[in-house]
């Protein structure tokens, strides 16, 4: 990707991207995987971000569109070397001498927002300093002006073409805003960073994380210790090394259910490159996207799991609706119909290793989504983080199974969270109330009773998930009625031919005439109306 600065001498941003499209020609040729990669590129570090996001909605876009996009993690320019000293000695106020013994201008990585070098400080350590690229906020900032005021005008026309209803597409802009925010000012990595050795690193010899520098932390640029390590993804060199792959993933594996299921708060983006490897201990690295769960959340995961291990319905369906948000109309029935077909199907295997716990979730996700209930980010962050967390362990040991290490959590959590004394008291809580409750239950039936001789209640009796078949019923019922006021009318006509009622027609009284005529006629509409309504069955 070509290095981007900000716009000069008054070229607006909008005039410079239109340039880039032209260029592209994409009005001619449509975008090729090629040409939307390189595209991107060229209009920079938003865009680029916006494609590493995109790269993996296979749901979104063709694989082949994915795969090209995937380039866009590595295939970065790097900053002069007298570009990053000047920002960190803008950011400290000192030199590069007075900072480090020994600084590399050759850098570690280089992504679409900074790039990282390597450093020992004057004092012996070994640190990473992180620096952002010059005029990357200012220029992200305006983009997303840009394209809020472009989503502003599409976003209304725009529709989800599974459930018809409108995108949003001004605040899908909105929260990718706020995160690119956030990776913008290195101030908030640090504090998460801080906050995830506080929370989640229980022993440093098992699983560990790297410490800021806080006096060499600024909101462009960000040091902290130098895992001198490899990442997870060398699985061949971890073998050379003599390193046991199982005994890695197994202290990755408990250290991300401690993450999720204890502390509440988890790496958001737990990828291969965030994992190093140094003297056989993993390291968690880059704490740009994290993840928070409250203990209402946590407890909301732990009963969704329970009620598929146990296949209770009723229980999934109820913990499904809590980490959710119901967005149009819920047909209840037919939502605990699906959910029993996701836990038989999955929950009914005879060996549980084999199930794929990041495909389960993703699939009760897209179920819960096609029932218009709005997942709340907090989970779909969650759920996103388990899928990539399993596919790491698949890779670097699979015949670890992530699904038994979380029925174990599971279970210990809620060993640890069960307080027997305040089980039993609210126990005999309930009893007392329930007891209170039975003694008035004569007198409340005798106002009810009271009131319905009265006319005073109103029974509504709603059928959920039955509103179609109970129309037509409806409609049966007045059409049988309707054949049975024939019946009647064309049995009255008949007694009224053996009077001389006046008016005669042939000897016949005309109002026998007139019933036997109405009394057919509505005899043919009910029946042909029957026949109707059962070809609808």
Not at 19 to 40: D, M, S
């Amino acid at each position: 990707m070509r290095e981007q600065q900000a716009p000069k001498g008054g070229k607006s941003r909008a005039v410079v991207m239109m340039g880039i499209f032209a260029k592209h020609n994409f009005y001619a040729n449509g975008f090729t995987p090629y040409e939307l990669r390189t595209t991107l590129e060229d209009l920079g570090p938003t865009y680029v971000k916006i494609g590493q996001i995109m790269s993996s909605r296979t749901d979104l876009l063709p694989k082949a569109y994915c795969l090209e996009l995937e380039k866009l993690r590595s295939n970065v320019k790097p900053l002069a070397a007298e570009t990053v000293r000047a920002v960190i000695e803008q950011e400290s106020g000192r030199t590069i001498d007075e900072i480090y013994s020994e600084f590399r201008d050759e850098p570690l990585g280089s992504a679409s927002i900074a790039q990282a070098h390597f450093g020992i400080l004057k004092d012996g350590t070994k640190v990473v300093t992180k620096v952002q690229r010059p005029g990357i906020a200012d220029m992200m900032k305006e983009d997303f002006v840009l394209l809020k005021k472009f989503a502003g005008m599409v976003g209304k026309s725009s529709e989800d073409e599974e459930n018809g209803e409108p995108l949003d597409l001004v605040g899908i802009l909105a929260e990718l805003e706020k995160v690119t925010r956030e990776e913008l000012d290195f101030r908030v990595e640090a504090e998460h960073t801080r906050l995830f050795r506080k929370l989640c690193i229980e022993d440093d010899a098992v699983v560990s994380c790297p410490r800021i520098i806080d006096e060499l932390t600024t909101e462009r640029m960000l040091t902290m210790t130098f895992v001198d390590g490899y990442s997870l993804s060398h699985k061949e060199r971890l073998e050379q090394d003599g390193y046991d792959r199982v005994e890695i993933g197994k202290a990755l594996v408990n250290n991300y259910l401690h993450q999720v299921m204890d502390a509440g708060f988890f790496h958001g983006d737990p990828h291969q490159g965030n994992i190093m490897v140094c003297d056989g201990v993993p390291y968690w690295i880059d704490f740009g996207m994290v993840g928070r769960l409250s203990e209402a959340n946590i407890s909301a995961i732990q009963n969704l799991i329970f009620a598929l291990v146990q296949e209770d319905v009723e229980a999934l369906t109820n913990a499904a609706l809590a980490i959710g948000t119901v967005k149009g109309k819920l047909n209840k029935t037919r939502l605990m119909e699906d959910l029993e077909g996701i836990a038989s199907r999955y929950m009914s295997a005879t060996n549980l290793k084999e199930i794929d716990v990041g495909k389960l979730m993703t699939e009760l996700t897209d179920l819960l989504s096609t029932h218009h209930i709005a997942v709340s980010a907090e989970y779909t962050m969650m759920i996103r983080s388990l899928v990539t967390m399993e596919g790491v362990i698949e890779v670097l040991c699979p015949e670890l199974d992530l699904f038994d290490f979380l029925q174990e959590k599971l279970i210990a959590r809620a060993k640890d969270s069960f307080d027997v004394k305040e089980k039993l008291a609210s126990s005999m809580e309930s009893v007392a109330a329930t007891a209170a409750r039975t003694i008035k239950l004569p007198g409340l039936a005798a106002d009810v009773l009271r009131n319905l001789v009265k006319g005073r209640t109103k029974i509504t009796v709603e059928a959920a998930g039955y509103e179609e078949p109970f129309r037509i019923f409806i409609d049966v019922i007045k059409n049988v009625m309707l054949v049975v006021v024939a019946c009647v009318l064309y049995s009255g006509s008949c007694r009224l031919c053996s009077t001389t009622m006046a008016p005669m027609v042939d000897d016949i009284p005309l109002f026998a005439l007139i019933g036997f005529a109405v009394s057919i006629a509505l005899g043919i509409y009910a029946l042909r109306k029957l026949i109707k309504a059962a070809g609808k069955k």
